[in-house]
């Protein structure tokens, strides 16, 4: 179990009720969420082992849930980003960076960017919501490093988003 703890005073606001030792953890920028990371069983089928956990908190609620698992190889500490607002979430599988809804994680993806061989990636902040329809901007930045002369490469793939569609420009 993981204790999350108020700084002030010390206390227990809740807990993570992790079933296996988490080995990193990381929060959303608004604390609304975190996700736990161990390393991979050794056995031959994958099992989840990166957890989402809401953290929703209240005087009859101390327990964090967990909203959804992945299998996840290796750590890295950008496998899944929030915007800002945390509407949108991403996360990085292989050769692709799934977008999701960032207030539910559970449902289908909202789109995909395709890119080959990157090691690494950023969601960039987004703009403040429209208040009608909760359009917002926010930008994708991959990163390919020099491989055999070739230049290393940034490339940046802004999306327009609503918390049901996500269109990337490629």
Not at 38 to 65: D, Q, Y
Request: net charge neutral; aromatic share 8%; with cysteine.
């Amino acid at each position: 179990k993981i204790q999350i703890l108020n700084v002030n005073t010390g206390n227990t606001i809740g807990v993570i009720p992790c079933k296996e030792d988490a080995e990193q953890m990381n929060f959303s920028p608004l604390g609304t969420y975190v996700w736990t990371w161990r390393s991979p069983s050794k056995s031959s089928t994958p099992t989840a082992n990166l957890n989402v956990w809401k953290l929703n908190f209240n005087e009859s609620n101390k327990e964090a849930i967990c909203e959804i698992s992945y299998h996840q190889k290796k750590y890295s500490s950008d496998a899944l980003q929030w915007s800002s607002n945390e509407l949108l979430c991403t996360r990085s599988v292989t050769n692709e960076i799934h977008i999701l809804n960032g207030q539910a994680l559970s449902a289908d993806i909202l789109g995909k960017i395709r890119h080959e061989a990157f090691t690494s990636f950023t969601l960039g902040s987004s703009n403040s919501t429209t208040s009608s329809n909760n359009d917002f901007q926010c930008s994708v930045t991959v990163f390919n490093p020099e491989v055999k002369g070739r230049q290393a490469r940034v490339t940046v793939y802004p999306i327009q988003a609503t918390t049901t569609t996500t269109t990337a420009t490629t």
